[in-house]
């Protein structure tokens, strides 16, 4: 058992410059931690309390675990300044890397946004070993990688004031921090690195990529959001919208001492404008031909656009910098990447009718079904074990929004009207990417996009379970674009 305090910290991102930071303070075994990575067993019983010592309300949301509601972290559950919250639950999903963050209603984005988030990590037998197999020790060969993006201010305090056209749009930062890091790097021999990365930022969709140079490297995506996958996929680009993780590995077994590598974001399309009225007249970095610039335009690897200000705002779809990746030492290494990951069984085909969700914007709100949140009532009801079909379907005059799913995981079966600069890094007859295999729990809608989900409403709780459905944008989030989901006894 443990205690999480929720609570301001002053914390030195920018050199030289401590300032308030909302983070999760552990104190365990004469150590303190700030946003502690938990490290759990599957089949391990969690005992936890969360003792809220802001001056608002807060609640903790495990993010992708399966947990009955009580311990899911809705906000109805959200609790006062100064009140605690007890947390009891065994992990039952399989190894993964999961994370948590706060969820009071209406406060998320920005609690979130100020500090509060990091990551869950579950192993099992099928975790261990590839562990073993590739010779990984989490934090030296098996790195955890946090992207957020972030404005400061001159005194190198956190910035959350959205505009009103940036509640629509999602908030953006003019600084992307790699584990709360600016100008991240890390020092690595020539083997096989894999890299654990969530997508932490409130709104910002990163094209992820490595290169060296002018030249994009082949990684491999081991894992999405619920686990291993069960083979490596090849890919050179993998999007990554809010809320989503990405399990890869990199081969540096043929790099030389000295040589660099950098993980960034290439530049993209956001689609921000597809709505017209109301939202950003701006595709972010792209030509006004539509055609992606250098991948080396956009941020530097001092965390600032070339010739940007302090708090100017990196347009979503810039091309960016993350993380450089220093070849320092040769080393002989030996283990080869396993043909088979894991046992991931194919989705079975459903004779059901779709239950069809509409995504859309009116008077300045997005909405899901026509509707925005009412904390008290549960616009869909399922039946407990019911094996659904999901037909998400995003207007065409709208945005890409993550659509995240509390208390259960799905299986993407097929995108169909997905945008051109998506085709890249199809895997699958169905229009699938690497981000859409295995098990998810938050899946990105491109704006004229239908993407199908298969989900499977079988728990083992008593009576009846309500949980969430919404966009991981965390300004929408906020706004109300989500919905209850009454799972019924």
């Known amino acids: 058992p443990f205690t999480i305090v929720a609570k301001s910290v002053q914390h030195v991102i920018l050199e030289g410059k401590p300032a308030p930071l909302l983070a999760y303070q552990v104190e365990q075994d004469g150590n303190t931690w700030i946003n502690p990575v938990f490290r759990v067993r599957r089949g391990t019983t969690v005992r936890t309390k969360l003792w809220n010592a802001l001056?608002?309300?807060?609640?903790?949301?495990?993010?992708?675990?399966?947990?009955?509601?009580?311990?899911?972290?809705?906000?109805?559950?959200?609790?006062?300044?100064?009140?605690?919250?007890?947390?009891?639950?065994?992990?039952?999903?399989?190894?993964?890397?999961?994370?948590?963050?706060?969820?009071?209603?209406?406060l998320t984005a920005k609690q979130a946004y100020l500090g509060m988030a990091s990551l869950y990590i579950v192993e099992d037998d099928e975790e261990f070993a590839l562990q073993r197999a590739l010779d990984l020790k989490l934090g030296v060969t098996d790195i955890p990688l946090v992207i957020q993006d972030k404005k400061f201010d001159e005194q190198g305090r956190l910035v959350y004031a959205p505009s009103e056209e940036e509640k629509v749009n999602g908030y953006v930062g003019d600084t992307v921090l790699v584990n709360l890091t600016p100008r991240p790097h890390v020092n690595a021999a020539t083997r096989l690195y894999r890299f654990r990365i969530l997508n932490g930022s409130n709104a910002r969709a990163y094209r992820l990529a490595f290169a060296q140079g002018d030249r994009q490297l082949e990684y491999a995506v081991i894992g999405t959001d619920g686990g291993l996958l069960d083979r490596p996929y090849p890919v050179k680009e993998a999007f990554l919208s809010p809320g989503e993780r990405l399990d890869v590995l990199l081969d540096l077994r043929r790099a030389a001492v000295g040589d660099a590598v950098i993980l960034r974001s290439l530049a993209f399309d956001p689609m921000h404008a597809e709505s017209g009225a109301?939202?950003?007249?701006?595709?972010?970095?792209?030509?006004?031909?539509?055609?992606?610039?250098?991948?080396?335009?956009?941020?530097?690897?001092?965390?600032?656009?070339?010739?940007?200000?302090?708090?100017?705002?990196?347009?979503?779809?810039?091309?960016?910098?993350?993380?450089?990746?220093?070849?320092?030492?040769?080393?002989?290494?030996?283990?080869?990447?396993?043909?088979?990951?894991?046992?991931?069984?194919?989705?079975?085909?459903?004779?059901?009718?779709?239950?069809?969700?509409?995504?859309?914007?009116?008077?300045?709100?997005?909405?899901?079904?026509?509707?925005?949140?009412?904390?008290?009532?549960?616009?869909?009801?399922?039946?407990?074990?019911?094996?659904?079909?999901?037909?998400?379907r995003n207007s065409e005059r709208s945005m890409p929004h993550p659509m995240h799913l509390h208390g259960f995981l799905f299986r993407v079966l097929a995108r169909t009207g997905s945008p051109e600069q998506l085709k890249g890094g199809v895997v699958n007859e169905q229009g699938l990417t690497a981000t859409d295999l295995g098990w998810k729990d938050t899946v990105l809608v491109w704006p004229g996009e239908t993407v199908r989900v298969a989900v499977d409403f079988s728990h083992p709780y008593p009576g009846d379970q309500v949980y969430l459905f919404h966009c991981h944008n965390l300004e929408h989030e906020d706004q109300g674009m989500m919905i209850n989901i009454k799972a019924q006894s």
């Open 278 to 392: 109301g939202m950003a007249m701006d595709h972010g970095a792209m030509g006004s031909q539509g055609q992606s610039p250098s991948p080396h335009a956009g941020m530097a690897m001092d965390g600032q656009a070339p010739g940007a200000s302090p708090g100017t705002a990196l347009p979503d779809g810039a091309a960016i910098d993350l993380l450089r990746i220093n070849v320092t030492s040769k080393t002989a290494y030996v283990p080869r990447v396993p043909a088979t990951l894991s046992t991931l069984e194919p989705v079975k085909a459903l004779d059901v009718t779709p239950r069809e969700f509409l995504l859309d914007l009116k008077d300045g709100r997005w909405r899901i079904n026509g509707k925005v949140f009412e904390m008290m009532k549960t616009p869909v009801v399922v039946k407990r074990g019911a094996s659904e079909v999901w037909e998400i």
């Open 55 to 106: 001056d608002e309300s807060t609640i903790i949301h495990w993010h992708g675990l399966k947990v009955d509601a009580n311990n899911d972290g809705h906000p109805h559950y959200a609790i006062a300044a100064g009140a605690t919250y007890d947390y009891q639950y065994s992990v039952i999903n399989r190894a993964g890397t999961y994370w948590y963050h706060p969820h009071p209603h209406e």
